[in-house]
């Protein structure tokens, strides 16, 4: 096995990449103000972005899960990678050659697995491109020209084809230092009579990319009639493929996604490369499985929960095309944004629209766009026999809770109205009625808050993000006993000291040489003291440098010290205007004041415990003491930062 990664060159690898590029790959970022960006975060549910990125201090932090960290951290969270393969992906990417303890550069043997399997998809993916000129290709070929798509389509989709034979990539990958167990578990290869065969023979191949551009498996479809394998045949479940969280194309569709606030859905991927060579960029496809939650979240993260977004279902208007529909209905509440649903005209796909009718036809099937509720309205209705009072009865009791689903209010009533006309009911009671329990659905489910995703709440039970090293309800390793009330690291009696803290890891040039003075008892919470001690030991905050945030996260003692170091370093300052000298000064002063006044206060006491017996040179002393710190607390209150 490869030795650790020496330090200097995951230095150089933190460095070269901007951590606001990695994560910009995964979730679109907007301007949180303060030099800093906000996001939607990819670790929990949420309905507003608490997921903050710090691009000047390559850190993010969420304040509602609480994950924070470097870029490397990052990578190894997001994609489940251990820390050698996160910092070699990276490297990868920067273009830096990493050097081990052991001695020597990168081997390709002493890649992580994700590292390797990645590179076989990736050589895979050339491999296949470069079998669609063969000969043999020439059926794939054809296909594709019957479908409306050229050379250029081919290409920029990265459209390949796999040769007939039993190992043909087998033997190429092996060419290339691959094993058997790797291409196995890649997904690309199974097991022979003889050993490993390719899993694609004589096939088009599309090659399926995860939000990053990585390829992470393939759909491969039938060509010849002697295929006795299904229509469309996927990777299989591995390391780096799971159909329920991949979307084709969502790697050339994201940042028209995140531009326009629209995705659209499909169902295919020759859907998907008609509606991108028709204009129709934001369209995406899910690979053999129905849209479901995961992908769900993918979208929500680029389209950042934002009420006026879009996300438009394209469905044969056939049965299971409206059967489809219903499903994908189903996650309607798990969307801010509205969905809407798009009937292809003859039960044409787009693909097939496209070469009938041609680009504009496409463009005009995803304008032609109806809520997704109203069609779902209109089908579940039609299943009942409104000739009867017993059908009409059953299609309100089945229809009033996708009208109570209605995310707009107006439209809600209006909906819940039009639903009294579509079933044909006449009595304006009955209609006044349906219109209350459309009403009263709607509270309850809002009451429930199981509509929406979770947020997170703070020690003290209110809504917001809850503070580092203080544990949620219901969490920890066993049940504790009572230690009284929990410690809010937001509370007004902590607040200056949080700030402070904040300007010595944010703004350590404002703040210095005076804090560095500076004792780990000034500060009252037992964290806030700990981070002193970490900024300390990292050399002070007048030694800040490059590598100062990364010093003082070293220094902390544990994860959850480390994580609250994080949180400090990302959260933005309270001031609306550009921190200066003098704000904080008077942080500096907020702080040295209240321990000044906390100590008068204990020789307060000190001091009529003495009083009881003599006056002795103990209670002098004391006495002394009092007179200074009374006088530095005025001076203090006069001259503020000066006093100091």
Not at 240 to 265: E, F, P
Not at 506 to 518: G, T
Not at 611 to 626: D, R, Y
Request: hydrophobic share 40%; aromatic share 6%; proline share 5%.
């Amino acid at each position: 096995m490869a030795g650790r990664i020496i330090d200097d060159d995951v230095k150089a690898v933190r460095d070269a990449v901007p951590i606001d590029a990695v994560v910009s790959e995964y979730l679109q970022l907007r301007n949180a103000g303060g030099g800093n960006l906000k996001g939607i975060c990819p670790f929990h549910d949420e309905k507003s972005p608490s997921f903050h990125v710090s691009p000047s201090k390559g850190l993010y932090h969420c304040f509602g899960c609480q994950e924070g960290g470097d870029t490397i951290d990052f990578v190894m969270k997001v994609d489940h990678l251990s820390f050698s393969e996160a910092v070699e992906r990276l490297a990868a990417q920067a273009g830096v050659t990493l050097r081990y303890e052991e001695g020597g550069y990168t081997p390709g043997r002493q890649q992580g697995e994700r590292i390797r399997l990645i590179e076989a998809h990736k050589i895979a993916t050339q491999f296949y491109i470069d079998q669609l000129d063969s000969p043999e290709a020439e059926i794939g070929r054809k296909f594709l020209a019957a479908r409306g798509f050229d050379q250029a389509a081919a290409q920029h989709f990265s459209v390949g084809y796999s040769p007939a034979g039993w190992d043909h990539l087998v033997r190429f990958l092996r060419g290339r230092g691959f094993t058997d167990k790797e291409m196995i578990l890649s997904g690309l290869a199974q097991d022979g009579r003889r050993g490993p065969i390719d899993r694609f023979r004589g096939r088009l191949m599309w090659p399926i990319r995860d939000i990053t551009g990585e390829v992470v498996g393939f759909g491969a479809r039938k060509l010849r009639e002697d295929d006795n394998g299904p229509k469309y045949l996927n990777t299989p479940e591995t390391p780096l493929y799971r159909k329920s969280h991949v979307l084709y194309g969502i790697d050339l569709a994201k940042k028209d996604i995140a531009k326009t606030s629209r995705a659209v859905v499909v169902e295919g991927y020759t859907d998907v490369m008609a509606c991108h060579l028709a204009g129709v960029t934001g369209a995406i496809a899910t690979c053999g499985t129905s849209f479901g939650g995961d992908h769900v979240k993918i979208l929500r993260r680029l389209l950042m929960d934002n009420a006026s977004a879009e996300v438009v279902f394209t469905f044969d208007g056939d049965a299971a095309g409206q059967k489809a529909a219903l499903r994908a209905f189903e996650d309607d509440q798990k969307f801010a944004a509205e969905t809407f649903i798009a009937i292809t005209p003859g039960g044409m796909d787009p693909c097939e629209l496209r070469l009938a009718e041609g680009d504009e036809a496409v463009r005009a099937l995803v304008e032609s766009r109806t809520p997704l509720f109203a069609f779902a309205l209109r089908s579940i209705v039609s299943r009942y026999n409104l000739d009867t009072e017993e059908g009409r009865i059953a299609a309100v009791d089945a229809a009033v809770p996708v009208v109570a689903a209605i995310k707009n209010t107006g439209l809600r009533d209006r909906y819940a109205i039009r639903l009294v006309g579509m079933v044909g009911i006449t009595s304006q009671a009955e209609e006044q009625s349906i219109i209350r329990r459309v009403r009263a659905l709607s509270r309850s489910r809002a009451g429930q808050g199981g509509d929406g995703p979770a947020q997170g709440r703070n020690v003290r039970g209110a809504p917001g993000p809850q503070p580092s090293g203080v544990p949620a309800a219901g969490q920890g390793a066993g049940p504790r006993s009572p230690r009284g009330p929990a410690l809010n690291l937001r509370s007004p009696a902590h607040r200056v000291e949080r700030e402070l803290l904040k300007l010595a890891l944010q703004r350590p040039d404002l703040v210095s040489p005076a804090f560095d003075a500076y004792g780990a008892d000034e500060f009252t919470a037992p964290p806030y003291a700990t981070v002193r001690t970490a900024i300390e030991n990292a050399g002070g905050a007048a030694a800040a440098d490059g590598d100062y945030l990364a010093r003082v996260r070293d220094a902390a003692p544990n994860d959850t010290l480390r994580a609250l170091v994080t949180e400090l370093a990302v959260e933005p300052l309270h001031t609306r205007r550009v921190p200066d000298d003098l704000y904080a000064g008077t942080q500096l002063v907020a702080v040295r004041l209240a321990a000044v006044n906390r100590r008068v206060a204990e020789i307060h006491a000190q001091l009529r415990r003495l009083e009881s017996g003599p006056e002795t040179s103990a209670m002098i002393a004391v006495q002394n003491e009092l007179k200074v710190l009374q006088d530095y607390g005025r001076s203090l209150k006069d001259r503020g930062a000066a006093a100091l």
